[in-house]
């Protein structure tokens, strides 16, 4: 049974950072895309950002590039999201997914198998 599970969020001032992680167990995930996505209250769901387990290709929201990282250790069976210079924007709750599909699909969170209960971001101005 896959079980992904967040942890790392809080609350930050605009402008702090905050790094959230992904435990994900239940399979070997070498042939998965590991995914963040974001909801703010009253708006969908929206791609953050995504990395293909065996090879680490990343993939960001253009809102994000050069603030957040994403990244894994193999070892830990674990993906991160480090988050610089948040912005009150980036308020919402961050959700890691899993899916096992093709590049043009990372950015649907319709397309992912597997997700976690979320962690809450808040970021105050």
């Known amino acids: 049974q896959v079980q992904l599970v967040e942890s790392g969020g809080g609350l930050v001032q605009a402008g702090g950072s905050l790094r959230l992680s992904c435990a994900a167990s239940?399979?070997?995930?070498?042939?998965?895309?590991m995914g963040w996505f974001r909801q703010a209250p009253g708006k969908e769901r929206q791609f953050v950002a995504a990395?293909?387990?065996?090879?680490?290709?990343?993939y960001y929201v253009d809102s994000v590039k050069g603030r957040f990282t994403i990244s894994k250790d193999n070892a830990e069976n674990t993906v991160y999201l480090q988050m610089n210079s948040l912005k009150p924007e980036d308020t919402a709750v961050y959700y890691c997914?899993?899916?096992?599909?093709?590049?043009?699909?990372?950015?649907?969170?319709?397309?992912?198998?597997?997700w976690g209960q979320g962690t809450q971001v808040t970021v105050s101005s």
């Open positions: 990395m293909r387990w065996s090879d680490g290709s990343t």
């Open positions: 239940g399979r070997t995930f070498s042939r998965y895309y």
């Open positions: 997914a899993a899916a096992t599909l093709g590049v043009p699909f990372v950015y649907y969170s319709s397309k992912y198998d597997y």
